[in-house]
């Protein structure tokens, strides 16, 4: 059974930074994607950005160029690396593996869509921006 857990959620200010890791254990049926998403509370589940084994990274619009994911095989983690934060950011951050073979993602529609497919999740961590 996949394990993901997800770590690193904090508080901090507008313009700062944080970095989350989602340590995995067990077997992971397809390695081909590890996927971020978040959720803020009373809103929609929100793609944030996904790595392929290959080292293909994949973002959503609103997170480009300030955030960045990265994956340590060896380690069995991957790190989604947050800077120049907004309060909007805020939200509880969960960690997804295990996405079918038959889906592909090369870009930001395509990063929302994969949300019903990964069937490995994490409990999430928790993130909160002051402003």
């Known amino acids: 059974q996949v394990q993901l857990v997800e770590s690193g959620g904090g508080s901090v200010q507008a313009g700062g930074s944080l970095t989350l890791s989602c340590a995995a254990s067990?077997?992971?049926?397809?390695?081909?994607?590890m996927a971020w998403f978040r959720q803020a509370p009373g809103k929609a589940r929100e793609a944030v950005a996904a790595?392929?084994?290959?080292?293909?990274?994949y973002y959503s619009d609103s997170v480009r160029g300030r955030f960045t994911i990265s994956q340590d095989s060896a380690a069995g983690t991957t790190s989604l690396r947050m800077n120049s934060l907004k309060p909007e950011d805020a939200g509880t951050y969960y960690c997804?593996?295990?996405?079918?073979?038959?889906?592909?993602?090369?870009?930001?529609?395509?990063?929302?869509?994969?949300?019903?497919?990964?069937?490995?999740w994490g409990q999430g961590t928790q993130v909160t921006v002051s402003s």
């Open positions: 997804a593996a295990d996405l079918p073979s038959g889906f592909t993602i090369s870009g930001p529609r395509d990063l929302e869509a994969a949300a019903s497919f990964y069937s490995s």
């Open positions: 790595i392929h084994i290959n080292g293909g990274t």
């Open positions: 067990g077997y992971i049926y397809s390695k081909r994607y």
